[in-house]
């Protein structure tokens, strides 16, 4: 097993050691007599860092543990001169571990405060880059008990209590009603001594005082399978966060030039006036196409009784094709159409109005496959695509000789 400095001191940040193994494999790793690293447990995620030799210096990339106890550092790089009994030191990236220490302790204080206040226990804890989180098993949570977790957890980091750890045995954890207690069957326990708030056994790194988490700020709350999850950030994360959050809201404002209170009316009013909009639109799209419906058809001569309507359409969506196709054929009854729109993509259309006596489907599928289209449709109304635009004169006169034949 290897010694864990860390039970003893969160923030001994340098270490000297000696190399017990020097694991190959895919994974060239590192393991140690005794660590400061922290290795991936208890939903704390592993400390990186550096492992050095005299003469030669190691990136720690991620650290695990085994089951039989042993602390393992992966490495960037294999090592060249370092190899079983090198003395080395070891160096936590501070940085990341002190975060860690902020976000930790915090869920201990936020995870009492819900259990003090509100009687709901924590079931589960995880940290992430972005933010932590932990469910607890609680049918309902209001708002007013989120802030109300929040704002006592804010006032015991205020107070700047005392957090001790402690080892004791089983039975004494026990005889103690610690608020967590780990299923293992471990001779001695570590706990956590939040002064007069929370007694917690756990394996991982915390800071001394309550006041160097610095302050917690409670997120997105959603209902989970097993309860409510809550999310959080503690100290630098929680500046981090709000700052972001800051910047994103200012962005918004800046694009209404509204003050970043007012983005969510402004968002509201843009959105209504975007389906007005989007209604008129539509409107006009109708009335247009019938009006262009009824001057095609003026001006288009009847020949055996029929009028038979070509055109081409630069910059002309399918939908509105399809719309004056539905107008020509609906404001007579003896027109054939052949309509295509060569931008954005090369599309045809076939349409006739009911009663007339070609195939519309027919037509669309012969003229396609000498093109190299696809489509296809009902009697009356066909739809397709054309490779290449330089493609439609040639089909549409195509589909033209067919009919007149
Ligand atoms: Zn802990």
């Known amino acids: 097993m290897t010694q864990r400095l860390y039970y003893h001191d969160s923030f001994l940040y340098n270490f000297e050691a000696e190399v017990r193994e020097v694991a190959d494999g895919p994974r060239r790793a590192l393991i140690l007599d005794r660590t ?115 704002r006592l957890a804010n006032e015991i980091i205020l107070e700047n209590r005392h957090v001790a750890i402690r080892f004791v045995t089983r039975e004494e954890a026990e005889a103690l009603g610690l608020r967590k207690l780990p299923p293992a069957e471990l001779d001695q326990l570590r706990l956590i001594d939040i002064h007069e708030f929370d007694l917690c056994a756990c394996g991982g790194t915390h800071v001394n005082q309550t006041g160097q988490i610095g302050c917690i700020l409670l997120r997105k709350t959603e209902r989970v399978r097993q309860g409510w999850r809550v999310e959080f950030v503690a100290g630098q994360h929680a500046v981090a966060t709000a700052h ?114 070609f195939d519309m489907g027919a037509l669309m599928k012969e003229t396609l496959s000498k093109f190299g289209g696809r489509g296809g449709g009902s009697k009356d109304m066909a739809q397709g695509g054309l490779p290449n635009p330089e493609a439609i004169a040639s089909a549409m006169a195509s589909a033209c000789e067919r009919l007149k034949a």
């Open 244 to 357: 972001r959050d800051f910047t994103t809201l200012t962005e918004a404002a800046g694009l209404f030039s509204a003050h970043i209170y007012d983005v969510p009316p402004q968002v509201r009013k843009s959105l209504d006036e975007i389906r007005t909009l989007r209604k008129q639109g539509e409107q006009f799209k109708e009335e247009l196409a019938e009006a262009q419906a009824e001057a095609i058809l003026a001006e288009t001569p009847e020949v055996n009784a029929r009028k038979l309507v070509v055109r081409v359409f630069a910059d002309r969506d399918m939908n509105s094709v399809k719309l004056l196709a539905q107008k020509l054929t609906r404001l007579a009854p003896n027109v054939v159409a052949l309509l295509a729109a060569s931008s954005p993509q090369p599309s045809v259309v076939f349409v006739q109005s009911a009663g007339q006596p």
């Open 36 to 150: 400061a690293f922290y290795p991936t447990s208890g939903g704390q995620v592993f400390d990186t860092g550096v492992i050095s030799s005299e003469k030669e210096e190691l990136r720690v990339t991620e650290v695990a543990e085994t089951e039989d106890g042993r602390v393992i550092h992966y490495l960037e790089a294999a090592p060249k001169e370092i190899k079983p009994g090198t003395k080395v030191r070891g160096q936590i990236n501070a940085t990341r571990r002190r975060d860690h220490m902020q976000q930790h302790t915090g869920q201990h204080v936020l995870s009492a405060a819900f259990i003090r206040l509100y009687n709901m226990p924590t079931v589960s804890f995880h940290m992430g880059d972005d933010y932590c989180s932990i469910d607890l098993d609680t049918p309902t949570l209001t708002k007013e008990q989120v802030e109300g977790a929040e």
